[in-house]
């Protein structure tokens, strides 16, 4: 069976400041996807990343950073400079191995607000 | 279309009746999936479409669910006898081979 906790149910950052969101994993799988999504109130999730589990090279795009960590089980999520537009629910998910992305199970959600 | 695209946005419907959602993917995505999210379950896996092989549909919490998806592209959600606890948020969401999924904007059901 597989599993994503986020630990985190709501944080509140002030415009500006940096702030990690937590994800950590469980799966008996050797090799899986591993992605963040983004949830504005406009309710549509936008997909933000995918990771193979090969890769555990850390990634920045912009304001934006993952922090893979197979030893551990982590796939962390921080934001640099946070603007009022990051207020979000970030959902972190797995998915098995095998043609693409596929049933993916989904963390609880975090939600952020970035407060100006 | 640009994006994956859900009909309707909103759906108020009485308890009992039949629903029908709709799900136009992106255009030359082969995988088509569907989730349910609600305040009490998160984000709930439902079925998967990938081309022309049998669909998974081991998320379909009942019978009174089912899903098609014709000519490889548009796909239709039903709802049979709709209950108050299928009350939900439907998103639909398509990929390419090996890619991440991208989502519509969902469905709101609300069932009274």
């Known amino acids: 069976a597989q599993k994503v906790t986020q630990a985190q149910t709501e944080i509140s950052v002030v415009e500006k400041e940096d702030v990690t969101l937590d994800c950590v994993y469980e799966t008996r799988d050797t090799t899986y996807y591993l992605f963040w999504y983004k949830q504005p109130p406009s309710g549509e999730l936008v997909f933000l990343i995918r990771r193979n589990s090969f890769d555990e090279q850390n990634e920045i795009s912009g304001r934006y950073s993952w922090n893979f960590q197979k030893s551990t089980s982590s796939f962390n999520f921080t934001i640099t400079a946070s603007q009022v537009v990051d207020s979000a629910v970030y959902f972190c998910a797995l998915t098995p191995p095998g043609a693409g992305s596929y049933q993916l199970t989904f963390g609880k959600g975090t939600k952020l607000s970035v407060i100006p | 279309g640009a994006g994956v695209s859900q009909s309707p946005s909103n759906k108020v419907t009485e308890k009992g009746k039949d629903v029908e959602l709709r799900c136009d993917p992106i255009?030359?995505?082969?995988?088509l999936y569907w989730y349910r999210q609600s305040l009490g379950q998160g984000l709930e896996f439902l079925i998967y479409?990938?081309?022309?092989?049998?669909?998974?549909k081991s998320g379909l919490p009942s019978d009174r669910f089912s899903a098609e998806r014709t000519g490889g592209s548009v796909s239709t959600l039903t709802i049979q006898r709709t209950q108050q606890e299928d009350s939900a948020v439907y998103l639909c969401?398509?990929?390419?081979?090996?890619?991440?999924?991208?989502f519509g904007q969902g469905t709101r059901l609300t069932v009274v």
């Open positions: 255009s030359g995505h082969t995988a």
């Open positions: 479409f990938q081309g022309n092989s049998a669909p998974d």
């Open positions: 969401a398509s990929s390419q081979m090996g890619r991440g999924a991208f």
